[in-house]
């Protein structure tokens, strides 16, 4: 969650390549309850606000246990002069 606003960073299995993509999609969320983040997030995509756009992989700094924040300098990709990468 960045200023109140929930991001889904979502790279899933491409059946046609056998891998994953080298990018990850980015989609805003509604506001989700405790008990929604618990469990599986393969439906959550019907929940989507909208979808920002597309950001390479390598360019999303996790934390040490890859689970619970990024870098917030990924989200200058999507403010560089109001356009939003894809």
């Given at each position: 969650m960045r200023a109140n606003t929930l991001y889904l960073?979502?790279?899933?299995?491409d059946e046609e390549i056998d891998d994953y993509p080298d990018y990850?999609?980015?989609?805003?969320?509604p506001p989700m309850t405790e008990h929604e983040f618990e469990g599986s997030w393969?439906?959550?995509e019907?929940?989507?606000i909208k979808k920002l756009g597309d950001v390479p992989v390598t360019h999303v700094k996790?934390?040490?246990?890859?689970r619970k924040f990024i870098a917030e300098d990924i989200f200058d990709l999507f403010l560089n002069n109001g356009s939003e990468p894809e």
């Open positions: 960073f979502d790279c899933r299995f990850d999609e980015v989609f805003i969320m393969q439906y959550h019907k929940r989507v996790f934390d040490p246990t890859r």
